[in-house]
């Protein structure tokens, strides 16, 4: 339970971290991808109004904005590029800070005719068709700013007709630095969660403290109270007895050892769940045959099913064996058998299947009555809960059986699950 409880601490304060993680870097991101576009509009804008690069283009020699400086400390981005010696403009393309990819600078007359197709970077990679198609297309959309396939653009009008810039954002300084900032969230984000997850980790031991003071508190006092019942119960059930003998037969005093063989009853089995649950006590696991030991628990309820005309099956797999605790496991067997002849009618059908898949045994024991209702399903192993209390009071059934047999499953770190339908079968399905 208490680990249990760690678990979903854990999950639920890394679920948050994770998800406030995206939304500030992806905010991040997403604000820097805009500025990046801006930056790229900008240039564009005066490259379309001066026919060339200018020399002061946006971001040239400058420091730049917090997130440009924060990504060229870390190394996600390369740093401004240097004047050249001679002190030409290195242009664009060079690789620098500032290198926004290739340019195209193509003119139209007022016709709409292209009458030049200039490259303004020193490599050119475009054929002059593709940049035909690219500053067709761009036309038709009829925006001043705007992108198309892999071109950035940029319309602006002229005496002479119209000047279109085109640049290729593919290994722009938009592109580079999406990417770059892209990862190195990625990588910030990533070894924060790592370095959180272990910080959750250790403060879950503390904030499941109190909880696990109170559980193994209450733990004892069912222990300590059901051995203090034992001893009362024991001479009311005598004094019972002597009682009966003296008066003879009386319906009262069969009444006080009904209820008497009751409450034993109840206290062993809290006894016994407060043995299953306890954390320290070591199983005494050997190798056995789990076949056999469930032939000597499934046998015996055949009798029962004669008398009330059930249809009993019973199909073990022969030589399964597993390392457990031998009376445990006998024990699960029976209060799963139990509890489904408890809540078979007469005539009904019960499977108990035992079949061992790979190095997994799994054990299936249905039933066909009244069925759990799927409201209930999600409880029936907790403790005291029952699905129909006046039933449940008839057949002496006091709702602890079925958590015993899900401590059982779980200190064998195995696994228990219920299915059922209202009015047809129910299923109880353990893998060891």
């Not at 009330?308 to 699960?332: A, M, T, W």
């Not at 299947?353 to 009555?369: A, D």
């Amino acid at each position: 339970m208490i680990k249990k409880l760690r678990r979903k601490f854990i999950l639920s304060t890394m679920s948050i971290l994770v998800a406030l993680f995206a939304v500030v870097l992806g905010t991040i991101n997403y604000s820097y991808a805009r500025m990046g576009i801006r930056q790229s509009e900008a240039f564009l804008q005066s490259v379309a109004q001066a026919e060339a690069i200018p020399h002061n283009r946006p971001g040239k020699n400058s420091s730049g904005s917090w997130a440009q400086r924060l990504l060229q400390e870390s190394g996600a981005l390369p740093p401004p590029t240097a004047p050249h010696p001679d002190g030409q403009d290195p242009g664009v393309g060079m690789g620098g800070f500032d290198s926004l990819g290739q340019l195209y600078l193509v003119r139209l007359d007022t016709t709409g005719e292209i009458t030049q197709i200039q490259s303004l970077t020193e490599t050119s990679t475009a054929s002059e068709q593709e940049i035909t198609n690219a500053a067709q297309s761009a036309l038709v959309k009829n925006q001043t700013l705007g992108k198309i396939d892999s071109y950035r653009y940029c319309v602006a009008e002229k005496p002479y007709g119209k000047i279109l810039v085109l640049m290729d954002k593919t290994n722009s300084y938009e592109s580079l630095a999406r990417s770059r900032l892209l990862t190195a969230s990625f990588t910030v984000g990533s070894v924060g969660l790592v370095l959180l997850f272990f910080v959750s980790l250790w403060l879950s031991r503390f904030v499941t403290k109190p909880a696990e003071e109170t559980f193994n508190k209450q733990k004892q006092f069912i222990s300590d109270a059901s051995h203090e019942l034992k001893t009362p119960l024991s001479v009311i059930a005598l004094n019972a007895d002597v009682l009966s003998a003296e008066i003879g037969p009386n319906k009262y005093m069969d009444y006080i050892r009904s209820e008497t063989k009751r409450m034993d009853g109840l206290i062993h089995q809290l006894l016994e769940l407060s043995r299953m649950e306890d954390a320290s006590r070591p199983l005494h696991k050997i190798s056995f045959s789990l076949s056999q030991a469930l032939f000597e628990i499934l046998l015996p309820f055949e009798s029962t099913a004669f008398e009330r005309e059930i249809d009993y099956h019973i199909e073990v797999q022969e030589n399964c064996f597993y390392n457990g605790e031998p009376e445990s496991i006998k024990q699960l067997a029976a209060i799963l058998l139990d509890n489904a002849f408890k809540n078979t009618p007469d005539c009904g059908k019960i499977s108990a299947i035992l079949s061992c898949r790979g190095v997994t045994p799994v054990l299936t024991v249905s039933n066909t009555g009244a069925g759990i209702a799927p409201q209930d399903l999600p409880h029936i192993f907790e403790r005291f809960y029952r699905c129909d209390k006046s039933r449940s009071e008839q057949n002496g059934s006091y709702g602890l059986g079925l958590a015993i047999a899900k401590s059982i499953v779980t200190a064998h770190s195995g696994s228990i699950k219920a299915e059922s339908t209202p009015g047809g079968i129910t299923t109880f399905t353990v893998q060891l």
